[in-house]
């Protein structure tokens, strides 16, 4: 079964920018949606976006107004979250997730998904 891992979260000024990164392990990658989501401490999961095995087609949850953008790689199995202006209320864990679905497809849809990368927004 593919594996995703994230990797870039950090420690971030509000303000700062962030480059997350998502790898799966093998190329039926490219046949996947890929999403991003996170979860605040003490809160529910919440989606972000989404990106269709294409890399054509996005969707993304109003209230990021336009700070984040997922982009991804299929020739190096990889998918990204940009995540612009931030602000103390984006710290959370971040999950990369996969899964054979509609851009639109709730988290509960997604087959596969990695193990997160925490981000932190402190001054």
């Known amino acids: 079964q593919m594996q995703l891992v994230e990797s870039g979260g950090g420690l971030v000024q509000p303000g700062g920018s962030l480059n997350l990164s998502c790898a799966a392990s093998?190329?039926?990658?490219?046949?996947?949606?890929v999403a991003w989501f996170r979860q605040p401490r003490g809160s529910e999961r919440e989606f972000l976006a989404a990106i269709r095995s294409n890399g054509l087609n996005r969707y993304y949850s109003d209230f990021l107004r336009g700070r984040f953008m997922i982009t991804r790689d299929n020739a190096k199995n990889m998918a990204y979250l940009l995540m612009n202006d931030l602000k103390f209320e984006d710290t959370a864990i971040y999950f990369c997730?996969?899964?054979?679905?509609?851009?639109?497809?709730?988290?509960?849809?997604?087959?596969?998904w990695g193990q997160g990368t925490q981000v932190i927004v402190s001054s």
């Open positions: 093998d190329a039926t990658f490219g046949r996947y949606t």
């Open positions: 997730a996969a899964g054979d679905v509609i851009l639109r497809a709730p988290g509960r849809d997604y087959e596969l």
